[in-house]
């Protein structure tokens, strides 16, 4: 069964970086698109990133777009999340989420357990 | 970008009762439109997509409709188990997420 295992979280200070990984397994993670989501806590889901399945095109939201950096490496297995310049407002469970595809769209059909980031002095 | 308004923000109904959750979007998204059920300390799950579409494993009871700018998920009979947020999130550009709606269970 398919499997997103999201590590690296933790406090950390303002202006610090951090870096999230996130282990696949259970699915050809090669093959397939992958995400950032974060939530703040008590609000909303937020888009983050996307990463393609061969690693050649990224997108970010507006948010975070100079600061994160999503990446993948197809020979681990894993996705991950450079962070850097954190602000307050980036304290979230972040998650990563495997996408899925239909004959027309593309959907986030599993997802990780999702990883604290605490951004705080 | 693409802004999804989902209503109501909350939503309280007895077990049995039919639950109607209302996205609606700022432009045509066709049918690129998927809903997720958050429930409390869980990661979301991935209910419909395209619209219209069960994901495995989600009960009948849940069905999507709409087209465009205007999309409801309906459950049908609440379960005490249905207590969640929803979100909607659109794919028609680069994906945004409603900002949910509470379904609380009397």
């Known amino acids: 069964q398919v499997q997103l295992v999201e590590s690296g979280g933790g406090v950390v200070q303002p202006g610090r970086s951090l870096r999230l990984s996130c282990a696949a397994s259970g699915f050809t993670f090669s093959s397939f698109g992958m995400h950032w989501v974060r939530q703040a806590p008590g609000k909303g889901l937020e888009w983050v990133a996307v990463i393609s399945y061969d690693g050649s095109n990224e997108h970010y939201a507006d948010s975070v777009k100079g600061r994160f950096t999503i990446s993948r490496d197809n020979s681990k297995n894993t996705l991950y999340l450079q962070m850097e310049s954190l602000r307050a407002e980036d304290t979230a469970v972040y998650y990563c989420?495997?996408?899925?595809?239909?004959?027309?769209?593309?959907?986030?059909?599993?997802w990780g357990q999702g990883n604290l980031v605490t951004v705080s002095s | 970008e693409i802004v999804l308004t989902q209503s109501p923000a909350t939503l309280s109904l007895s077990p049995g009762e039919r639950a109607t959750l209302s996205c609606r979007a700022s432009?045509?998204?066709?049918?690129?439109l998927a809903w997720y059920q958050q429930k409390p300390g869980q990661a979301p799950r991935l209910l419909i997509y395209?619209?219209?579409n069960r994901a495995t494993g989600i009960p009948a009871r849940f069905s999507g409709s709409g087209s465009g700018t205007d999309f409801t998920l309906t459950i049908s009979s609440l379960e005490p188990e249905d207590l969640a947020v929803y979100y909607c999130?659109?794919?028609?550009?680069?994906?945004?997420f409603g900002q949910g709606t509470r379904l609380e269970i009397k």
């Open positions: 395209d619209a219209s």
């Open positions: 989420a495997k996408d899925g595809c239909s004959s027309t769209s593309c959907f986030h059909e599993h």
């Open positions: 999130q659109q794919r028609s550009n680069w994906p945004t």
């Open positions: 432009h045509s998204v066709s049918n690129y």
